[in-house]
């Protein structure tokens, strides 16, 4: 269904690319009568290269980053968000090119393309989407016809509409019978015997099969409890009614098979993040390893006990791995009679609050300050854990987890994530899962960053640091 798209990204592509390389020309050649140092024509661009390089690199920024992503609704606000992130990003990646081949290039003109080129390109993207929404009252949209069981159907209805605004409109409806009492969107055209006839005088583009699954119903509770444990589930039929997160599709001879627990970062997605966490985590223990000797001093000089803490938690698929962390409680703060676990209005656990009597005065300052997560550096170098992901969780507490929510392991965990960004530790750990989900289902590169970037300012504001 997104092949109607493709054009569109394919133009947006382009003229990218076009846009770019006709600002950077523009402001070269206009820069000397522009406000500023005196500078002569040739001067501006001391090198042909850079006319390549410019609009090349920022395609590439642009790609990793998702804006030319058009499997999801292309939603202008969304898209230009992505759009608006993701040219700051170039922005620094441009500066860092420059700084290191062409240093010569003036600063104010390097400011004065910037700003242009933003300003273009802005321009050409709502253009582009004005085209894209016009395309509704043209001969481009997609006409759907639905065809199945229509009480599924009517559901399914809904969903196209919301999820395709622009580009797609559903033509009606057929069944293998006149339906009775069943509400639809639009009209039922006849039934199965009529359908070739149906399609071929309604010009319908897609047809959507929605038959009866009702066979498959028993195996939703199966899947949902296998999805705790580290085990790919494939199946040869109908999957529209089981719950899944990411697909993967595998040809066996004649029979068709689709992956439903399959991992969500896969191919080059797990290649780029496995590279930015090695590189991120080695460059930080390079520079911090001072203050990992000064942590382990003040630890050792408060309280007996050993300097690490070394936790099981719940890795991605489900493994165990041993977490570490800075000791920020005093030695056997695990002991039953000590844990002082608390119960909530509604019966259920809270493993973390406030004033803890068991955090020492040197665990307190790492806490506020998120220091005592700096060994987990190590679980990323490992393997074990990534810069940014799902917190990792304690077995006995995911032992406690409804069924939906093992759905937050399908990645691997991470030092920060949406969680921590969201409020860190103020909402207690059972609601704060659909954090969690909500970054599983929706992982980016870009997402990584934002987030990289914003627990920056979440540890200075020491918001549910305790």
Same mark, same amino acid.
């Given at each position: 269904?997104?092949?109607?798209?493709?054009?569109?990204?394919?133009?947006?592509?382009?003229?990218?690319?076009?846009?770019?390389?006709?600002?950077?020309?523009?402001?070269?050649?206009? +820069?000397?009568?522009?406000? !500023?140092?005196?500078? /002569?024509?040739?001067?501006?661009? &001391?090198?042909? =290269?850079?006319? %390549?390089? #410019?609009?090349?690199?920022?395609?590439?920024?642009?790609?990793?980053?998702?804006?030319?992503?058009?499997?999801?609704?292309?939603?202008?606000?969304v898209q230009m968000m992505s759009f608006v992130l993701s040219y700051a990003?170039?922005?620094?990646?441009?500066?860092?090119?420059?700084?290191?081949?062409?240093?010569?290039?003036?600063?104010?003109?390097?400011?004065?393309?910037?700003?242009?080129?933003?300003?273009?390109?802005?321009?050409?993207?709502?253009?582009?989407?004005?085209?894209?929404?016009?395309?509704?009252?043209?001969?481009?949209?997609? +006409?759907?016809?639905?065809? !199945?069981?229509?009480? /599924?159907?009517?559901?399914?209805? &809904?969903?196209? =509409?919301?999820? %395709?605004? #622009?580009?797609?409109?559903?033509?009606?409806?057929?069944?293998?019978?006149?339906?009775?009492?069943?509400?639809?969107?639009?009209?039922?055209?006849?039934?199965?015997?009529?359908?070739?006839?149906?399609?071929?005088?309604?010009?319908?583009?897609?047809?959507?099969?929605?038959?009866?699954?009702?066979?498959?119903?028993?195996?939703?509770?199966?899947?949902?409890?296998?999805?705790?444990?580290?085990?790919?589930l494939f199946l040869a039929q109908n999957y529209s009614q089981l719950p899944?997160?990411?697909?993967?599709?595998?040809?066996?001879?004649?029979?068709?098979?689709?992956?439903?627990?399959?991992?969500?970062?896969?191919?080059?997605?797990?290649?780029?993040?496995?590279? %930015?966490?090695?590189?991120?985590?080695?460059?930080?223990?390079?520079?911090?390893?001072?203050?990992?000797?000064?942590?382990?001093?003040?630890?050792?000089?408060?309280?007996?006990?050993?300097?690490?803490?070394?936790?099981?938690?719940?890795?991605?698929?489900?493994?165990?791995?041993?977490?570490?962390?800075?000791?920020?409680?005093?030695?056997?703060?695990?002991?039953?009679?000590?844990?002082?676990?608390?119960?909530?209005?509604?019966?259920?656990?809270?493993?973390?609050?406030?004033?803890?009597?068991?955090?020492?005065?040197?665990?307190?300052?790492?806490?506020?300050?998120?220091?005592?997560?700096?060994?987990?550096?190590?679980?990323?170098?490992?393997?074990?854990?990534?810069?940014?992901?799902?917190?990792?969780?304690?077995?006995?507490?995911?032992?406690?987890?409804?069924?939906?929510?093992?759905?937050?392991?399908?990645?691997?965990?991470?030092?920060?994530?949406?969680?921590?960004?969201?409020?860190?530790?103020?909402?207690?750990?059972?609601?704060?899962?659909?954090?969690?989900?909500?970054?599983?289902?929706?992982?980016?590169?870009?997402?990584?960053?934002?987030?990289?970037?914003?627990?920056?300012?979440?540890?200075?504001?020491?918001?549910?640091?305790?």
């Amino acid at each position: 269904m997104y092949k109607l798209y493709y054009r569109y990204q394919l133009a947006l592509i382009v003229s990218d690319f076009l846009v770019t390389l006709l600002t950077l020309l523009a402001v070269a050649n206009l +820069r000397p009568f522009l406000p !500023g140092q005196e500078i /002569a024509a040739p001067s501006v661009i &001391p090198h042909h =290269l850079i006319y %390549f390089v #410019t609009p090349l690199s920022l395609l590439i920024v642009f790609g990793f980053s998702g804006v030319y992503n058009f499997r999801q609704r292309p939603r202008p606000s969304v898209q230009m968000m992505s759009f608006v992130l993701s040219y700051a990003l170039w922005g620094w990646f441009f500066v860092g090119i420059l700084y290191f081949s062409f240093r010569e290039i003036s600063r104010l003109f390097v400011i004065y393309f910037s700003v242009s080129n933003f300003v273009a390109l802005a321009v050409c993207r709502y253009i582009l989407w004005s085209i894209m929404a016009g395309t509704e009252n043209g001969n481009s949209v997609g +006409r759907v016809l639905i065809f !199945g069981d229509l009480k /599924a159907s009517s559901g399914l209805s &809904p969903a196209i =509409l919301r999820e %395709f605004t #622009t580009g797609y409109t559903i033509v009606g409806f057929s069944d293998f019978e006149t339906p009775k009492d069943v509400e639809l969107q639009a009209p039922f055209l006849g039934t199965a015997e009529h359908l070739p006839k149906i399609v071929r005088e309604n010009q319908i583009d897609i047809v959507i099969m929605s038959l009866d699954t009702s066979s498959l119903s028993a195996l939703r509770p199966l899947v949902m409890e296998l999805i705790r444990i580290p085990v790919r589930l494939f199946l040869a039929q109908n999957y529209s009614q089981l719950p899944f997160i990411e697909l993967d599709i595998e040809r066996i001879g004649n029979v068709v098979m689709v992956g439903i627990l399959e991992p969500i970062i896969n191919g080059w997605n797990r290649m780029f993040k496995r590279i %930015f966490d090695l590189v991120i985590a080695t460059v930080s223990l390079i520079l911090i390893w001072p203050v990992f000797i000064m942590i382990a001093l003040a630890i050792k000089i408060e309280s007996s006990g050993p300097v690490v803490f070394l936790a099981k938690r719940v890795g991605n698929g489900g493994k165990l791995f041993t977490m570490y962390k800075f000791r920020t409680m005093i030695d056997n703060a695990q002991d039953p009679d000590l844990s002082g676990v608390k119960i909530d209005g509604q019966g259920r656990k809270i493993y973390k609050f406030k004033n803890d009597p068991r955090i020492t005065k040197v665990g307190k300052f790492l806490r506020r300050w998120s220091l005592d997560e700096l060994p987990q550096l190590f679980n990323v170098i490992k393997g074990e854990m990534s810069m940014v992901g799902p917190r990792p969780e304690q077995p006995f507490i995911t032992q406690e987890y409804e069924a939906w929510q093992w759905q937050r392991i399908l990645v691997p965990p991470g030092i920060t994530g949406w969680w921590q960004i969201s409020g860190r530790n103020e909402a207690p750990m059972h609601l704060n899962t659909h954090l969690d989900l909500y970054y599983v289902t929706n992982y980016s590169m870009f997402m990584d960053l934002k987030i990289l970037f914003l627990t920056v300012f979440e540890v200075f504001r020491g918001r549910g640091a305790d």
